[in-house]
C-alpha cells in the first residue's frame, strides 16, 4: 500500500484549503454531503500521493490523517 490520506468526513466542513495546498492537486471537495451538509474532501489519486502533509497542515479542523507507505528495506548487494 503506498502513501494516502483519510479525511474524517464529518470533521470536514468543505473549506478547500486542503485542495488549494496539495502540490499534486490530488485533493478534491466530493461530491456527497456529511452529516453537517457539507461536501467533505477525497482524495481523487492515492498513487500520485507523496505523503506530504501539505493537506493536513492547512487543514484548519484537524479532519485529515496522512499515511507514509514504509520505505522498503534495501538489501545488500
Known sequence: MGNRIEVDRDRCKGCGLCVVTCPRQIVELGKEINLKG?????QVDAERCIACQMCA????DVAITVYRAPKKARTAG
Do not use: F, L, S
Open 38 to 42: 457539507y461536501h467533505y474532501a477525497v
Open 57 to 60: 497542515v492547512t487543514c484548519p
